[in-house]
């Protein structure tokens, strides 16, 4: 049986595995499809999809963007997008300047609460254009400011803590609408993290495609969930680790295999798309 992971992070983003040790992985653990899915970035594509065609691994290009509905933050899974998409270019350049401003914000916190961390530090330790609150977790620990990457986010970064910064997002709908407008699938990541279930409905009527039922962190029961609401709305359906490398621990790749049948579904959609694109209808 072939098996695919869709979730995946290098350090384009807050992920610690470069694309060719990614796809090492990928190898390693016998996966015919993989997706690069770094956030507000398709920067690492070009060289994902080179490790991963020495690998024989089919890799589908993607992205994962951060927006919000009625209050609610939630993640887009864009796949297939084109990777020299103008408007996304654009975009997701802009959403990169939103994240090196919030970066500079949270250290200018850090300083008032007598914590001497200088954004530079952080931005030289991420080295990528997507820094994010990870990147300045790890500067923290590396200053010797913490002890671990879980006291940064308890006592300074999670929400609502003193250095915590809310993040400027676009809307869910102007998120899939970008998706769209670059031939890609918008899908909504992780919803039993987010909370997402009250606003799965308003998002399928704008047109999202489909929907993560596996993740690392979605239970047995919760995957079973999201894959009723995906038959009933009928969306795509997806699954990854959301492997982040060592950031967060142990590396999750692995943790997650979805069955190559959904990618062949994923691929029939994409290519319906396109030609949807091509031809204006
Ligand atoms: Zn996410
Ligand atoms: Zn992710």
């Known amino acids: 049986m072939k098996f695919a992971d869709l979730h995946l ?6 992920g ?5 040790e990614l796809a090492g992985h990928g190898q390693r653990l016998g996966f015919a499809a993989m997706a690069l899915t770094d956030h507000d970035s398709v920067e690492g594509c070009a060289r994902m999809a080179d490790a991963c065609g020495a690998a024989g691994i089919e890799l589908i290009t993607g992205t994962e963007l951060t927006a919000e509905h009625s209050d609610i933050e939630l993640h887009l899974l864009g796949y297939f997008v084109d990777t020299q998409n103008e408007k996304l270019l654009a975009d997701l350049a802009r959403f990169q300047t939103v994240r090196q401003d919030r970066i500079r914000e ?4 850090l300083k008032g609460l007598n914590v001497p961390l200088e954004a530079e530090t952080v931005f030289a330790l ?3 254009k997507s820094p994010g609150r990870p990147h300045v977790a790890r500067a923290l620990v590396k200053a010797g ?5 879980d006291e940064a986010f308890e006592r300074y970064l999670k929400k609502n803590r003193p250095a915590w910064v809310p993040k400027a997002k676009m809307s869910a709908l102007e998120g899939i609408e970008l998706i769209h407008q670059a031939g890609g699938l918008a899908v909504m990541a992780h919803p039993g993290l987010n909370r997402t279930d009250d606003v799965i409905l308003a998002l399928v009527e704008a047109g999202l495609d489909g929907i993560e039922c596996f993740h690392t962190k979605h239970s047995t029961a919760m995957s079973g969930r999201y894959l009723e609401l995906a038959g009933k709305f ?15 621990g142990k ?3 692995g943790t997650v295999k979805l069955p190559y049948e959904h990618v062949e579904k994923l691929k029939q959609a994409a290519a319906a798309r396109h030609s949807s694109l091509v031809t204006g209808h």
């Open 234 to 248: 009928h969306l795509l359906v997806t699954g990854g680790s959301d492997c982040h490398g060592f950031s967060k």
């Open 251 to 253: 590396p999750l790749i």
């Open 126 to 128: 991420a080295n990528c």
């Open 145 to 149: 400011l913490c002890k671990s990457l």
């Open 9 to 14: 992070h290098t350090h384009f983003s807050d």
């Open 106 to 109: 949270m250290a200018a916190r």
């Open 16 to 20: 610690t595995f470069s694309p060719e």
